[in-house]
């Protein structure tokens, strides 16, 4: 077994490591993430060549894959949308015919019950045994009854509990989305999931609440259908991209770190980098800002946030375990979100499922993620324990055979992936931060969670730079809209 981090995977080459050769005014982009390519790949198509500062080896950041031998998988679970229709040509331009369709089947398992997820018709029960069914009708009408006379939630699992009751809600949520975000339901407020534009206006009726769940067990014939991913993993946009950034010219400075930014009349006049024991001094025209929301600020020098809402990641941990096995798993789907309370597991992804080369054939590999916060007592435990005990669980719900493990990684990180989603800017004094962003005329704040979303933001940032007016910018990408939010102003059809 190895272990790595998630700077172990696979490297991308510093297309340069010379000084900068004139004291012009340069477009930097900070960052070379999904936004940062993104944003020097359209920077380049409209004529400007961009200096991308990278302080990682690699590009690419959670967009990157990791490679193991044949097998050549995504680092964790990567879902890639169709949602925005100039996100979406990007990954086409890049892919071509490596951009494959694949059926996205997914699931949830819950008291070692593997139940079908995905918005197709998958029998009238899904995996749901008989009385674990029964029991969820039984607490969703007794919820419903109750609902007419109850007074109103005052926290998100009264919420939840009153429109769908306890098992249902139990089983179809609370579980996985408890692990994954690190915060217990009853902690979070009422409208946690809602967009700051939207008000929660009471319970759906229980005509709606039926609909919902009968569309849900015989399939939702509106929805998108068409899914597709990466042959080779998301490593496969990651190095197209540098590699068309650097034929139209764009210049990657890699393992260099921004140790300050200078403020000018008209925004930020200069960064300066270092890169090993060499310093520089970079005069900026624009800056297009894909690095946390945190480190950006400390560089601005503006107030650090200590309120923990503004940074759900501290004190969190997410553990990576890769399983290489020599044959496929157990089960269909391409992942399965863990809401069994039982369980440390919170997911499995099996990269079998996505179609393309990830995997060779014959053969198979999951990656069993947990995700952990102080207090839980796994910080302190050996990297060996951790692994036996969720195979044991993997194992123990059937979804593979140890026998059948060839090999296996790990790979832990500090915070939980993408768990910094739109909610988090939601908040005032992060709001407060972002105002202060935006008085720096030059500057495009466009670090985002989530591919799709973070590659529209670059996007839209470039388009920004290239066109003169951040009218859009500000307006369509802006990170406390929710991903539903941000294709429906791009007018892009939902899958």
């Known amino acids: ?56 080896p690699f590009a690419g950041g959670l967009m990157r894959g990791i490679q193991h031998g044949d097998f050549t998988v995504d680092f964790g679970r990567k879902e890639i949308y169709n949602r925005t229709p100039e996100v979406t040509a990007f990954w086409e331009e890049l892919l071509r015919d490596d951009f494959i369709e694949y059926t996205h089947r997914i699931g949830l398992l819950y008291q070692n019950h593997l139940i079908d997820y995905s918005p197709e018709f998958r029998g009238p029960l899904r995996g749901i045994p008989v009385s674990l069914l029964g029991s969820c009708l039984a607490g969703f009408l007794k919820a419903r009854l109750s609902s007419l006379k109850a ?105 260099t770190a921004v140790t300050s930014l200078t403020k000018g009349d008209n925004g930020i006049s200069e960064v300066t980098v270092k890169r090993g024991d060499e310093t520089q001094v970079l005069k900026v025209k624009e800056l297009v800002s894909t690095i946390p929301m945190l480190a950006l600020a400390d560089l601005l020098g503006l107030d650090k946030i200590s309120d923990p809402i503004a940074d759900r990641n501290e004190g969190r941990e997410s553990f990576f375990l890769y399983l290489f096995l020599n044959r496929p798993a157990l089960f ?109 005329s030059n500057l495009y704040d466009a670090n985002r969670a989530g591919i799709d979303v973070a590659c529209f933001a670059g996007i839209c940032a470039a388009d920004a730079v290239l066109t003169g007016n951040r009218e859009r910018f500000d307006r369509e990408a802006s990170p406390e809209l929710s991903p539903q939010w941000a294709s429906s102003a791009a007018n892009t059809p939902q899958p």
């Open 151 to 255: 007074a109103p939630p005052k926290n998100y699992e009264e919420r939840w509990y009153q429109s769908w009751g306890k098992p249902l809600s139990m089983m179809a949520s609370q579980g996985f989305s408890e692990k994954f975000y690190g915060v217990p339901w009853k902690d979070r407020p009422v409208e946690f999931d809602l967009r700051r534009h939207d008000k929660h206006k009471g319970s759906k009726s229980v005509g709606q609440h039926l609909k919902a769940l009968q569309s849900q067990i015989f399939g939702n014939p509106d929805a998108n259908r068409t899914w597709r991913h990466p042959r080779r993993s998301t490593q496969q946009l990651v190095d197209n991209a540098v590699e068309e950034i650097q034929k139209l010219g764009g210049i990657f400075h890699f393992e």
């Open 332 to 440: 269909p789907q391409a992942w399965l979100n863990v809401s069994s309370p039982d369980l440390a597991l919170g997911r499995v992804v099996n990269y079998g499922a996505f179609g393309g080369d990830m995997v060779p054939e014959g053969k198979g590999c999951v990656c069993l993620e947990l995700f952990t916060r102080k207090g839980e007592g796994f910080a302190d435990r050996d990297n060996d324990d951790i692994a036996a005990q969720l195979i044991e669980e993997a194992e123990g719900a059937s979804l593979i055979n140890a026998s059948d493990i060839i090999d296996r990684k790990i790979i832990r990180i500090a915070g939980a992936e993408a768990s910094n989603e739109f909610q988090t800017w939601q908040d005032e004094k992060v709001q407060g931060l972002l105002r202060e962003f935006r008085t720096y």
């Open 1 to 56: 077994m190895t272990q790595e981090t998630l700077s172990g995977s696979m490297s991308t080459k510093d297309s340069d490591h010379s000084s900068y050769s004139d004291d012009l005014p340069r477009i930097v982009v900070l960052g070379a993430g999904p936004a940062g390519l993104s944003a020097s790949w359209k920077l380049l198509k409209g004529g400007i060549k961009p200096v991308i500062i990278e302080r990682s």
